[in-house]
């Protein structure tokens, strides 16, 4: 059926190219898309409505293809985007890679310029194919106006079964015609537990494990497997730590729950994982940012027998050594591990107790260390709070530590809430007080780490959840990006809340300045009229924080104004200048110069 409650075609049809392009969409259940109208798809765009699917407009493409990726992962379902030929599809790019490291389902349809035009340098000409080959699993190219109805089913079944993006292109004059064609259901993989053989040998791992340790990665959100993960963990009795930014993995309130891996992350989880024996990387690919030493230790237990899990077969032991991997579904391969243990004596059974008392131990540490962690202490940090102490905000408050305001914001959430973080100096701070307790709930930018993406991704989030509160934390430099997109919550009644760290400064980059070239800041500072102002005068409501007992009420109330009176709003909250610790201290070295005239320059 489609939405507006027609029978969908059955067997073969007469009708245009666009019919069976939109009743494909309509099969696979699709009821919104995000772009900006062109007249590539006019034609298809015509009978949207009739479909029952609605096109949101957006301020800007990239915004599109965000709010696509962040439906999504909410939904479990496909976030589709659509743009103009040429322009409006290369400013998708950026978006489109981030889903691809987010392993997103989202559908990227690509018009194209006519056929009788490609190559001759026409207007908005432009060999789109190229643009998204690195960042999707699947290219479907209508060669013939008579495969528009198979290419564009394709091209949704394959987002799903390769669990990425993927791209229908459709040349322009195609849309237009009369064919004969059936419209394909959808065809979806039951995901199946691995080999029998490598499951039975990590259930003899685990069976001889005395300290085993699992990694709940984002194919456990995916997968729908928190439960299963969760039996699987109180069988050993378990610490489970997240993934790097998949917090949303396993509920923060559960006793085995130990907190992320990965920059910023928990500090119990590191200390937790490095003493395994045995660790179970249950739906993770093991990204090799997400295991980086930090806070000063080197956690990853190199001595440990690995047992890798994933959908992918060619992710296992791609990056770290492993002792067995399971090609399988993280929610099968669960069950099939859970039932291997079951009726056995395990080597951990005489250690649960002991190993749940050094679990709460390591996170009550943790816990009391982040109360007592209220600023940052290197010594730039140092100077700029004592610099900004002698300084006013433009309201005539104080400048806030951005650990202190964190930590009010993690006390103030609402139940149920989906947070998005941009990517940044506060946001990836944020790491260390952002808990869960459902998956679908965290949003960030993983590996391709691009700014711009909270406050779009949140609003796509908002569109596929409209009954849970949805909030997006982005730093200044980041907002300004994507802020316009403010239009579009406002336009279409997809109220957000957006918690903008004003700093005035790209603080990321700005530390790698501090720690690697001796404070010569150049292109850093940021010095910007009220975010909150601006917001204004987009049609939201904003609120400036600059006390710290108005963080947590600031929250409150916008939430309040989200769920109960469809209003987005955008907190500004005034914060110190001090930083956290850099991104890549891996990646970069000291400066060493040859020439006379950089001489001063190390």
């Excluded at 150049?522 to 204004?536: K, N």
Aim: with cysteine; charged share 20%; aromatic share 8%.
């Amino acid at each position: 059926m489609s939405q507006s409650g027609a029978k969908l075609p059955v067997g073969p049809q007469k009708m245009t190219p666009s019919e069976a392009f939109v009743e494909t969409m309509a099969a696979n259940q699709v009821t919104d898309i995000f772009g900006i109208m062109g007249s590539a798809f006019m034609d298809a765009m015509d009978i949207f409505a009739p479909a029952g699917i609605r096109l949101i407009p957006v301020v800007h493409e990239q915004g599109g293809a965000h709010m696509a990726d962040g439906y999504a992962r909410v939904s479990g379902r496909h976030g589709v985007v659509i743009a103009q030929n040429g322009p409006g599809i290369s400013n998708c790019v950026t978006a489109i890679a981030a889903a691809y490291w987010a392993h997103t389902p989202v559908v990227m349809i690509t018009p194209e310029t006519g056929t009788m035009g490609m190559g001759l340098g026409g207007f908005q000409e432009a060999n789109q194919l190229p643009m998204f080959e690195e960042f999707t699993k699947y290219q479907g190219h209508v060669n013939n106006p008579k495969r528009m109805a198979e290419f564009t089913g394709r091209c949704f079944d394959r987002a799903m079964s390769e669990m990425g993006p993927t791209q229908l292109n459709i040349p322009r004059d195609y849309f237009y015609g009369e064919i004969e064609v059936e419209i394909p259901q959808p065809n979806r993989l039951d995901r199946g537990h691995g080999g029998e053989k490598s499951l039975d040998e990590a259930a003899e791992l685990l069976a001889n494990a005395k300290f085993p340790v699992i990694i709940s990665g984002g194919g456990v959100v995916m997968g729908d497997a928190v439960e299963e993960c969760k039996a699987l963990a109180e069988r050993l009795g378990a610490p489970v730590v997240n993934s790097y930014l998949h917090n949303d993995s396993f509920p923060a309130s559960h006793p085995l729950w130990c907190g992320p891996l990965g920059y910023q992350g928990s500090k119990a989880a590191m200390k937790l994982i490095s003493q395994a024996d045995v660790v179970v990387a249950l739906g993770s690919r093991l990204g090799p940012f997400g295991t980086l030493p930090q806070h000063g230790m080197d956690y990853w237990p190199k001595n440990a027998k690995i047992i890798q899990i994933d959908a992918d077969n060619k992710m296992l032991g791609l990056v770290k050594k492993i002792s067995v991997g399971i090609c399988g579904d993280a929610k099968a391969a669960a069950i099939a591990l859970t039932k291997r243990l079951d009726g056995k004596t395990l080597a951990c059974d005489s250690s649960k107790a002991d190993r749940a008392k050094t679990i709460a131990s390591e996170k009550a540490a943790w816990e009391k260390e982040l109360d007592e962690w209220t600023h940052e202490k290197d010594s730039f940090s140092l100077d700029m709070i004592e610099e900004q102490k002698q300084e006013k905000t433009p309201t005539g408050g104080t400048y806030l530590h951005p650990r202190q305001v964190l930590r009010e914001l993690e006390k103030a959430m609402p139940a149920d809430v989906m947070v998005s973080t941009d990517i940044g100096n506060i946001n990836s701070v944020a790491n260390s007080y952002l808990r869960f307790e459902k998956p679908r709930s965290f949003l960030a930018p993983m590996s391709f780490g691009n700014c711009g993406y909270a406050l779009p991704t949140v609003i796509g989030a908002k569109a596929a959840a409209p009954e849970r509160p949805a909030i997006a934390y982005a730093g200044d430099g980041a907002w300004a990006m994507s802020m316009v997109e403010i239009l579009t919550a406002v336009r279409h009644d997809i109220p957000v809340t957006a918690v903008v760290f004003h700093n005035r400064q790209w603080g990321a980059e700005k530390k790698n300045q501090v720690d690697f070239y001796n404070r010569r800041f150049v292109a850093g500072e940021l010095e910007s009229p009220s975010f909150a102002t601006m917001a204004q005068s987009m049609g939201a409501e904003g609120i400036i924080v600059d006390q710290l007992d108005q963080v947590g009420p600031a929250l409150k109330k916008a939430v309040d104004m989200q769920m109960n009176e469809g209003k987005t709003c955008v907190i500004e909250i005034m914060c110190t200048r001090e930083l956290g610790d850099p991104f890549r201290r891996d990646a970069l070295s000291k400066p060493v110069r040859f020439l006379d005239k950089y001489k001063d320059y190390v």
